[in-house]
């Protein structure tokens, strides 16, 4: 079993049929591209002399060599290990010392301070993209596919690291293939007309969505701006027709700004697969409203990389469904290759519609951490995989995340999730986005702050993160509160920003936000 076997069969049955474009620009088609690989594959294994299992680094953008390094790298017996384009030097690093990787692949020429941070790895072979050197790789003779075994690992991928150094959770290459086969009945039906556009990064989740695509012959789109730009986004959308892509919630937001704004026509859009972070309700109906009935949201964690729950566009289409808005405000149902189950303290299953720890196990569950069989036993257990997450199954089986069980407020002895309470703020008009953690309360234990970003036009206050001295929008906002939660539930402050901290992948850094907050525990 090798992944690179799925490229393979497609360049084989669809030669000529389009694989890979930049922007408008076709690049090249999938026996081309197979080719490609194959030569790619044989620089590895000879003129960088490695050996099956070793770990190659990809450390760059968005770009079109990225698909044929990742198939290469496969095809060559060797372990991927995508990184961050956006992490710090130092960051990268580390992952490159603890993956004990072999070769970092990079867009150009390193500046100082990578130059700086890498200058220790003694080991490590650098190859830019736009060199010479990269082209001699990619002229070798071509290689056949190298035999791997379905435990063998495919894919390093490195945790955000947002409670301490990241882990690189192993996943192998039947990890990989039942993720892909079971994006067919969960996700979408993919076939050879439509095209997947790489919008969020391919290190991650949108990368992992290449396999499905090149399954069935689809076309893969990398962006001419390599980012997530909505105006670029529809164009590419009109201009090729039947468009999916992979979306943090944020990105959603944006593109239905953009389309809300402009009238922008985006009937090229076929499907766009939201997740990553936590998808308001007010925010799904807005999406719902302005794009139509092109969304599906999946729940998934690198632990089990895309395949937890899925939402499917039929039930977020099925506004008739009498509990149609708590299912909305789900994450949907397991996917078909995983068992999923809420569980309290001791692992003990609980009834219906209690709040517990999601468990998940199947075929997609990460292989371990590596190097690390310490974390490794704590989040695997009796072959679950314990997700930190909060949430609660109803009897339907449809998933509602409460939060992170990290990012639980217990303030008097009573939990509190933050997620229901940025619910309830979103409603007002003014609040674009809000996210709420607590702060140390010598009375209480913890106490509930909500960090709010105003509307475009608001007169929001200029000096984040002062409490805010627009006394009518807290009264407002409290009332909000009282009409919906309980009242040992609602804020005790209200901190206006002109924008909350993100990870690159649209995740709010709660941590950086209870960082901010601390000067603020005498108030």
């Known amino acids: ?223 001419a701006s390599g980012a997530f730009d909505p105006a670029e986004i529809l164009a590419l959308a009109q201009h090729f ?71 499917s566009r039929q039930h977020l289409a099925d506004r008739t469904h009498p509990r149609h808005l708590q299912r909305i405000a789900s994450v949907g149902v397991a996917h078909s290759v995983v068992e999923v189950a809420v569980v309290d303290d001791e692992g003990r299953r609980l009834p219906v519609d209690a709040a517990g720890e999601v468990i998940v196990r199947g075929d997609t569950v990460m292989h371990g951490y590596w190097r690390n069989p310490p974390a490794t036993r704590a989040t695997l257990r009796d072959g679950w995989l314990y997700t930190g997450d909060i949430g609660s199954l109803d009897a339907d089986g449809f998933l509602t995340l409460k939060d992170r069980s990290k990012d639980l407020i217990i303030s008097g002895g009573a939990n509190i999730y933050p997620r229901e309470v940025e619910e309830v703020l979103l409603r007002h008009p003014e609040v674009a986005e809000v996210s709420v953690v607590g702060r140390p309360s010598a009375e209480w234990g913890e106490e509930v702050v909500a960090f709010v970003v105003r509307r475009a036009g608001s007169a929001a206050p200029t000096a984040p993160p002062a409490p805010a001295p627009a006394e009518q929008l807290n009264g407002e906002l409290d009332r909000l509160c009282r009409e919906s939660i309980a009242r040992f539930k609602r804020p005790r402050a209200y901190l206006y920003v002109s924008e909350l901290p993100k990870n690159s992948y649209g995740k709010v850094l709660k941590t950086e936000l209870r960082r901010l907050c601390r000067p603020a525990e005498n108030d």
């Open 241 to 311: 027709g039947r468009v999916s892509l992979f979306a943090a919630p944020t990105m959603v937001r944006r593109l239905v700004e953009h389309v809300a704004a402009s009238s922008a026509d985006c009937r090229g859009l076929k499907t766009i697969v939201y997740g990553g972070g936590p998808m308001y309700l007010e925010d799904i109906r807005r999406a719902l409203a302005v794009l139509g009935d092109r969304l599906v949201q999946i729940y998934g964690q690198g632990e089990s990389p895309m395949t937890i729950t899925a939402l």
């Open 1 to 223: 079993m090798n992944l690179a076997h799925l490229l393979a069969r497609s360049a084989r049955v669809f030669p000529e049929r389009p694989a890979l474009a930049h922007g408008e620009r076709e690049i090249c088609a999938y026996g081309e591209l197979a080719q490609r690989v194959a030569a790619l594959a044989g620089g590895l294994r000879g003129k960088l002399a490695l050996r099956a299992g070793d770990r190659v680094a990809l450390y760059m953008a968005n770009c079109a060599q990225y698909l044929e390094l990742l198939y290469a790298i496969w095809h060559a017996g060797l372990i991927a290990v995508p990184i961050n384009h956006k992490l710090h030097a130092r960051e990268v690093a580390y992952i490159l010392a603890d993956s004990q990787a072999s070769v970092l692949f990079v867009a150009a020429a390193l500046d100082e301070a990578q130059r700086a941070a890498f200058d220790e790895l003694r080991e490590l072979a650098i190859v830019a993209i736009d060199t010479a050197d990269y082209a001699e790789i990619a002229g070798s003779r071509p290689l056949d596919i190298v035999a791997r075994a379905p435990t063998d690992l495919a894919w390093l991928f490195y945790t955000s690291g947002t409670t301490g150094q990241p882990k690189g959770v192993m996943l192998t290459q039947r990890n990989l293939l039942a993720m892909t086969l079971t994006y067919f009945p969960d996700v979408d039906q993919a076939t050879a007309e439509d095209s997947t556009l790489y919008a969020a990064p391919m290190s991650h989740g949108a990368g992992m969505y290449n396999f499905p695509h090149v399954l069935v012959g689809a076309r893969h789109i990398v962006p």
